[in-house]
């Protein structure tokens, strides 16, 4: 193990590990590795312009996707052509699915920066997955497996054929297929998944399962309802009576006189009754009794899991997928010939191709996205509309009766219909990678190697039961039954006993209304990924008596992406005369308009690597078996931001026979991908965002934390991030215990210009502290604080330029005028008007320092006929330090042991084999962490009696304690076992047969409950719980 222990630390997986390990998919096995992150890109992914169905990322160490290079046999695969945002930019990263796992051989991880060696995306480390080398004969596998709760069943088969004879043996051909077909999981098949509100699941600790407790002194019962992520968007809704704005807000009112309503509940009595806030606001909620109410506040009503109010909140995850109903179908295939004694030709062909299919609740209508739809006068379902309302007080046509005053609108603040049916999201991806070359010897020492390659991606993705804007509008402006729309999902009426206007019964929209209401959207995505390389080694001088080698090449890279959406999905046409579509904008309910786009750009590298071997087993010397140095560089050549040369060097020393200590240091760096440096503009909708200027002032939701229009824009000005690692290390043979070796590595990262957005929360405090500084010096310089003009909605805005608001309103300046004759509020503020839209430009921002150790065991027994033979590894990662500055000059954020980065994660297994039998073992942990999204005070510890499943020992980077869940650690162990039947056997259909069955999560554990959708930590927990599985194999 000393001697073939490299200068550089790597973990290899061979094919007995992957089957130890249970995984039926690339996404699975790269989950058990210790090194690995939970990956921000996964398969549960279900929003609008993510990466959906088939796939998902690799993360080493944290770093993010883009920073872990993924190669096939050595070189590079194309990136899913649909990219995922992380650390608020957009990612193009290799979808790790796309490998063909049933024909993979091994997979090799280097632990350590490698951009001197691979290029960018190489910053956290490689991992290279090798294909099944060279093989002769025809193999076939089948494989099942079911889960004990049900759901995420699949069948596979793989086929491997070779032929190594061909051409008196000048010709190697192999072909691998692997086809998998996997049901769906459900979110409703897990108990810790099937709600959105975790409190429902009664498996929560105090206080965080939303029961009320009274602190000593105080009289006002506490709740926590951290758990509490169901939705407040839902069947019921939120509405105002009154006329929407241009700018997007709303002047509400009750009705002339009040009439038609009830004005003496409160806001915590709820009845059928029509009931309105002052300014015009209501919700329809559940009442105690079973029916439905009115609840006239511009408050949400209260989620307390004892009250029949949180009944109002819609659990998103009713229709949610954990994991996507997918059919795959990979394959692979190599060629060798032997053009003469030293010339070679090689080729080979990766194909991948996958349908998914997953899916999420009904559209929801929100206002912070759909501004001003409203339901019009005329909607006979409105019940302030002119059905119970008109100027005069005349009655209907029908003679029913009527109120007198002015009927109004209603707008639409955010509502979830149960005519909205759950949608289905269909995604279709494949990729290809074609190669071929040359290889061949030259003089006695050298060797060298040319190779083309070309490979492409493209995902068609689309989602049917969308909402078009503009259909949604019209209809709820109609004033006929038969095509008018009806939200609200009741029927109105006038109760001629109270004069009040009373909810009367359930109601549906017609089925053909729905149906022309709805629509497909769709969206295709292509990258395509060319590569000329050619690289030689060999054998440059004698040093001491030894060889020096060294490896030099040149590569260059063509990287293209394109981007394609219908018309109306995309942005709707410039010519589109409809008046309810939004100019600018697509058609789409909560889908955000991208425009199409046509990228490419071209990367030139050239590489070398000497090593330089002091001392060898032909000269050693007391206390030094062996000592080598390796220096390399790699030079990359970009367009826009020119050149990124990166050097190594790493050290290597035997002392004994027995020891070996290795150390190296490298400077790495990722270039910002295609898409980071498109200046094109694209438009997203961000949540919780809120507008600390305007709603210190108004103090309505609409400048608080809601939904916001972003416009995020690539940066051709953007440099790379760049990197320092260290490691250092020893491999250690116990002496006097043969087949026991023990690994241990230290390493750091320091990253700096990481690329990042600045968010929108961060322009709007900016813009709170421009217009504040504005105010001052205009009142300074003797402007009466009424007439301080900010040019809010003008060219001549003195806020940050990046955010877009509109004019001054009348009502604006009676809003400043009222905060600024408060003498409370001492800090004065000139008049603006509401946000309208954020601009955001990527930027090199912040940074990272990182470090931890990772260690290694290997013990294998000698051969025992009567005992049989053990095997025993283990891998382990310590995580001491993870820290983010998330700008220049900002304090650095102890992020470590928060959120999924334990400290520990450890695995071991045990391979036992005698004869034709052997049966094996794999234990799986990962280590605790303190879950940020779930926080207490510390009253609340100390009354609990400071319990151990609250931890107290992390603070804020201001040094202010915080009180936090305590995830406890996970442990999951797979048993498998497996039979050989020999080609001798006598029955002969089982001649070169092999059974193997294995369960996977043995006991069952169930995950440890986290604040996050579906109740659970990715990577420390797989969803499929225990599980079930049975492979035939035969060789023919």
């Known amino acids: 193990r000393v001697e073939t222990e490299t200068a550089l630390p790597v973990t290899i997986i061979d094919r007995e590990d992957m089957d130890l390990r249970g995984a039926s998919t690339p996404a699975d096995l790269f989950e058990t590795f210790t090194l690995a992150h939970p990956p921000l890109l996964t398969e549960q992914e279900s929003a609008g312009q993510s990466a959906r169905g088939d796939n998902t990322s690799i993360d080493l160490r944290g770093l993010g996707s883009g920073s872990t290079l993924l190669l096939v046999n050595g070189r590079r695969m194309p990136p899913h052509p649909i990219s995922q945002g992380e650390f608020g930019t957009p990612a193009l990263s290799v979808n790790v699915n796309t490998v063909p796992s049933g024909l993979s051989s091994r997979v090799e991880i280097l632990r350590d920066g490698a951009s001197a060696i691979y290029g960018s995306e190489a910053a956290a480390g490689v991992v290279n997955c090798l294909l099944t080398p060279r093989f002769d004969g025809l193999r076939t596998t089948l494989r099942g497996s079911l889960t004990h709760e049900g759901g995420a069943s699949e069948q596979r088969f793989t086929l491997t054929w070779g032929d190594d004879k061909l051409n008196n043996r000048r010709t190697r051909v192999s072909l691998g297929i692997d086809a998998l077909a996997r049901d769906a999981l459900m979110a409703s098949d897990r108990w810790y998944a099937r709600q959105a509100d975790l409190r429902r699941t009664l498996k929560l600790p105090a206080p ?159 206002a912070a996205d759909t501004r001003n739809l409203s339901i019009g006068v005329n909607n006979p379902f409105n019940p302030f509309g002119s059905r119970f309302y008109h100027e005069t007080g005349a009655p209907n046509a029908d003679g029913s009766p009527r109120f007198l005053g002015a009927p109004s609108p209603v707008v639409i603040n955010g509502v979830r219909p149960l005519d909205h049916k759950n949608r289905n999201i269909f995604v279709q991806s494949t990729s290809f990678r074609a190669l071929a070359g040359l290889r061949g010897k030259r003089g006695a020492n050298w060797e060298w190697e040319s190779a083309v390659m070309w490979g492409w991606a493209h995902t068609h993705d689309f989602e049917n039961r969308n909402i078009r804007e503009s259909r949604l509008a019209a209809a709820l402006q109609s ?274 210009n990481l690329i990042t957005a600045e968010g929108g929360s961060l322009q709007l405090l900016k813009d709170e502290e421009m217009l504040d500084d504005e105010t001052r010096r205009q009142v300074a310089a003797g402007v009466p604080l009424a007439n301080v003009d900010l040019g809010s909605g003008t060219a001549n805005y003195k806020g940050n330029p990046r955010i877009q608001r509109a004019p001054v309103t009348p009502a604006d300046r009676t809003a400043y005028a009222t905060y600024n004759d408060n003498a409370n509020n001492l800090i004065k503020r000139g008049a603006v008007g509401p946000v309208l839209d954020i601009n955001e430009e990527f930027v090199n921002l912040a940074g990272r320092d990182i470090e931890g150790i990772e260690f290694g065991l290997e013990y294998r027994t000698p051969r025992s006929e009567r005992l049989g033979s053990f095997t025993v590894r283990g891998e382990a990662s310590f995580r001491a330090k993870f820290k983010l500055q998330e700008s220049p000059g900002a304090v650095l954020g102890n992020d470590n042991w928060e959120d999924g980065r334990t400290q520990w994660r450890w695995n071991v297994s045990l391979r036992w084999a005698r004869g034709n039998l052997s049966l094996g073992w794999f234990t799986n942990y990962f280590g605790s962490f303190v879950d940020t999204g779930v926080a207490t005070t510390a009253a609340v510890y100390e009354f609990l009696g400071r319990p151990d499943y609250i931890d107290n020992t992390t603070t804020t980077n201001a040094g202010t304690t915080r009180y936090l869940l305590k995830v406890r650690p996970s442990w999951t162990h797979n048993f498998n076992a497996s039979y050989r039947f020999d080609r001798r056997h006598r029955f002969a259909p089982l001649r070169n047969t092999s059974v193997r069955l294995g369960v996977n999560n043995v006991l069952n554990a169930d995950p440890q409950l986290v604040d996050t959708t579906y109740g659970y930590q990715g990577s420390a927990y797989n969803p499929r719980g225990r599980q079930y599985w049975l492979e035939l194999a035969k060789a023919w």
């Open 208 to 366: 965080w399962n939303g029961q009320p407790f009274t602190l000593p002194g105080a009289t006002a019962l506490t709740r926590d309802n951290d758990f509490n992520n169901a939705s407040s968007i839902s069947r019921f809704g939120f509405y105002t009576r009154g006329l929407a704005n241009p700018d997007g807000s709303v002047t509400g009112t009750r009705p002339t006189g009040n009439r038609g309503i009830n004005t003496a509940t409160t806001t915590t009595t709820q009845t059928p009754a029509a009931n309105l806030s002052t300014d015009g606001r209501f919700y329809l909620v559940p009442l105690a009794d079973g029916r439905v109410g009115f609840h006239p506040s511009a408050t949400v009503p209260t989620a307390a899991i004892d009250s029949h109010l949180s009944g109002y909140y819609h659990n998103t995850n009713d229709a949610a997928y954990i994991l996507p109903k997918t059919n795959r179908l990979s394959a692979g295939l190599s060629v060798d010939h032997r053009l003469g004694s030293r010339l070679t030709a090689f080729a080979d062909l990766i194909l991948y191709r996958a349908n998914s299919v997953t899916g999420r609740t009904g559209v929801q209508i929100d």
């Open 479 to 752: 004033a006929d039954p038969n095509t008018a729309y009806n939200p609200f999902g009741y029927t109105f009426r006038l109760d001629p006993a109270t004069q009040f206007i009373t909810i009367d019964r359930p109601y549906s929209n017609r089925e053909d209304l729905m149906s022309a209401m709805t629509d497909e959207y769709h969206r295709r995505a292509w990258t395509g990924l060319g590569i000329w390389d050619l690289k030689a080694s060999g054998r440059l001088g004698s040093l001491f008596g030894n060889d020096v080698s060294a490896a030099a090449g040149v590569e260059a890279r063509y990287e293209t992406y394109k981007f394609r959406t219908p018309p109306y999905a995309g942005r709707a046409p410039a010519s589109e005369t409809n008046p309810f579509i939004r100019r600018g904008d697509n058609d789409f309910i909560l889908l955000s308009p991208n425009d199409d786009a046509d990228l490419s750009r071209k990367v030139y590298s050239v590489f070398s690597e000497v090593l330089v071997p002091f001392v060898t087993p032909r000269n050693e010397l007391a206390f030094a078996r062996s000592l080598e140095l390796s220096l390399a560089a790699r030079l990359e050549r970009f367009p826009g931001f020119g050149n990124a040369t990166k050097p190594k060097a790493s050290l290597g020393y035997i002392p004994f026979r027995w020891l070996k200590m290795r150390a190296s240091v490298n400077e790495s760096f990722k270039a910002p991908n295609i898409l980071q440096t498109n200046p094109a503009r694209r438009q997203v909708f961000a949540t919780g965002i809120s507008d600390p200027y305007r709603f210190e002032v108004t103090n309505i939701f609409t400048d608080g934390s809601t939904g916001r229009t972003v416009f995020r824009e690539g940066n051709p000005g953007l440099n790379p991030e760049e990197s320092i690692n260290y490691t250092a290390g020893f491999v250690l043979e116990v002496p006097f215990i043969r087949g026991l070796a023990f690994t241990a590595d230290f390493w750091r990262a320091n990253q700096n």
